[in-house]
C-alpha cells in the first residue's frame, strides 16, 4: 500500500515532446556498457586491496568473494557494490498527475502517458463509488491529447471526468470523440481512431477557460455543451486552488499553477521566450509578456515543470539536434534550456524540471545536460534538472 499524501504527490507520467520515444538498441548498449564498467571498476578495487609484493592475491579468490564461483556467492558478493542507476529518458508524451490529501486526483495534459496514469487510477479507485478524475489540458496539439482514447477511465461507466481547458483543447478532443456533444462528423468518425464517445461510457464534462483572446473565437455552429470559468479566477477543488496562466505557442496555450497548504507547483508545458530578429515584432512583445505573466506566478515556487525544448543554438539553428540537420526554430513554440535555466534562478523555484525533451536528442546528450544543470546547483537552494518519467515529488 503507498504511504498517504501529506499534501500533493506529483507523479511524471510522461515528459517528452512531439512524440514518444524510447532508448534505441544503440543506447541500451550504451547504457548497459556503462553500468558493466561501474561495476567491473568496483571489483577491480576492491580485489586489488589484497595484492601482495608480488602482485598477487594475498589470499584464496574464494576466501575473497566468500565462497565457490557460483551464482549464489557472485550475487552476494554483487551486493557490496552500489553502482549509481543510469538515469534513463524518453518514454511517453506530456501527462502529470497530481493527487492532494483531499483525495482528489489532478492530471495535467493527455498526452501518450495518459494511458498508464489511467490504469494507476483504476487500480488505485478499486471498488470505489466516488470516482471524479479533474483534467487540466493545456493546449490542442495532438501530443499533449493522443492518449485520451486508450486511457481505460474513459471506459468505465462509474467514472466522472472533468476536462478542463481552453476552447481549443476541449474542441480538438470533442472533434473526433464527441465526447461532450455526442456526436463526430460523418467526415471525421473513425478516421484519427476507431473510438469515439458511443464506446466510451465514463461521464464527461467540459470546462470552458475564457481566456479574452479573440483568436478563441469559435463558430457560432458549435454544439459542444460546456461550462465556462473566467481565466482570472482559480478553479478551487477542497483546499487545492488551480490558476490557469495564458503562455505563448502557435496554439492557445495555457500553464497552470497549483497551490495547497502553502506549498506550489507550476506546470508550464510548450511556451516560447521569442528570440526573433526585430526586437519590435509584436509576436516578441507578446511572448516577453506573457513570460513576464509566467514569472510573477513562478516566484519561489516549490516545484516547476517547463518545457526547453532547445538549447540556444539549436533555437538559432546552428546545430542540429541529435543527427538532424540544423533548422531555426523561431516560433516552433518552444524555449530554451538557457532561458529556462535562468528564469528558474531567478525566481527562487526550489526544484524545476525540464521537460517536453525533443525526440531527436540522444541519450548520451540528455544525460550529459542533466548531470550539468545538476552540478551547476550544487550547494544552491535552487535545484535544475531534466524531468524523467517515473519521478515522484511529494510536496
Ligand atoms: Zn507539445
Ligand atoms: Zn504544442
Known amino acids: 500500500m503507498p504511504q498517504p499524501v501529506e499534501n500533493m504527490r506529483i507523479q511524471f507520467y510522461g515528459v517528452q515532446g512531439s512524440g514518444s520515444t524510447f532508448p534505441s538498441s544503440r543506447e541500451i548498449e550504451a547504457l548497459q556498457e556503462y553500468t558493466e564498467y561501474q561495476l567491473l571498476q568496483r ?28 551464482r549464489k556467492t557472485l550475487t552476494r558478493y554483487r551486493k557490496n557494490f552500489l553502482i549509481p542507476k543510469p538515469r534513463i529518458y ?40 466516488e470516482r471524479h478524475l479533474h483534467i487540466f489540458g493545456s493546449h490542442s496539439h495532438y501530443d499533449h491529447a493522443e492518449g485520451f482514447d486508450q486511457a481505460a477511465v474513459c471506459f468505465d461507466p462509474r467514472n466522472r471526468i472533468h476536462v478542463y481547458g481552453n476552447y481549443q483543447f476541449l474542441h480538438a478532443l470533442d472533434s473526433y470523440l464527441g465526447i461532450f456533444s455526442k456526436r463526430v462528423k460523418k467526415e471525421i468518425l473513425g478516421v484519427q481512431t476507431p473510438i469515439n464517445y458511443s464506446l466510451m461510457p465514463a461521464k464527461f ?20 455543451t460546456r461550462d465556462k470559468h473566467d481565466i482570472d479566477q482559480p478553479l478551487v477543488l477542497g483546499a487545492t486552488r488551480i ?73 538559432d539553428g546552428l546545430s542540429g539536434i541529435g543527427s538532424s540537420s540544423p533548422v531555426g526554430r523561431v516560433d516552433w513554440g518552444h524555449s530554451c534550456l538557457e532561458d529556462v535555466q535562468a528564469m528558474a534562478l531567478n525566481c527562487g523555484v526550489k526544484s524545476t524540471y525540464i521537460g517536453h525533451h525533443d525526440p531527436n536528442r540522444d541519450w548520451s546528450e540528455l544525460n550529459w545536460l542533466d548531470e550539468s544543470m545538476i552540478r551547476r546547483c550544487e550547494g544552491m537552494d535552487e535545484k535544475i534538472c531534466l524531468a524523467r518519467a517515473g519521478t515522484v515529488i511529494e510536496l
Not at 584464496?60 to 565462497?67: A, E, N
Not at 495518459?114 to 470505489?128: E, I, S
Open 205 to 224: 464534462r467540459a470546462i470552458e477557460i475564457r481566456d479574452h483572446d479573440p483568436s478563441a473565437e469559435f463558430d457560432a455552429e458549435e454544439t459542444m
Open 243 to 315: 490558476t490557469a496562466v495564458r503562455v505563448y505557442h502557435p496554439a492557445p496555450c495555457l500553464a497552470y499553477k497549483v497551490e495547497r497548504g502553502g506549498k506550489t507547483f507550476i506546470f508550464c508545458t510548450d511556451h516560447e521566450l521569442r528570440h526573433g530578429p526585430d526586437p519590435d515584432d509584436p509576436r516578441q512583445k507578446e511572448s516577453e509578456a506573457r513570460e513576464r505573466r509566467l514569472i510573477q506566478h513562478a516566484l519561489k515556487a516549490d516545484v516547476l515543470y517547463r518545457d526547453a525544448q532547445y538549447l540556444r543554438s539549436d533555437y
Open 43 to 70: 571489483i577491480f578495487e576492491d580485489l586489488s586491496r589484497h595484492l601482495d609484493q608480488n602482485n598477487a592475491l594475498d589470499r584464496p579468490l574464494t576466501d575473497l568473494i566468500g565462497g565457490p564461483i557460483d
Open 90 to 129: 524518453g518514454g511517453w508524451t506530456t501527462c502529470i498527475h497530481v493527487e492532494t490529501a483531499d483525495g482528489d486526483d489532478l492530471v495535467f495534459d493527455c498526452g501518450s502517458g495518459f494511458r498508464n496514469c489511467a490504469l494507476d487510477l483504476q487500480k488505485k479507485w478499486g471498488d470505489r463509488s
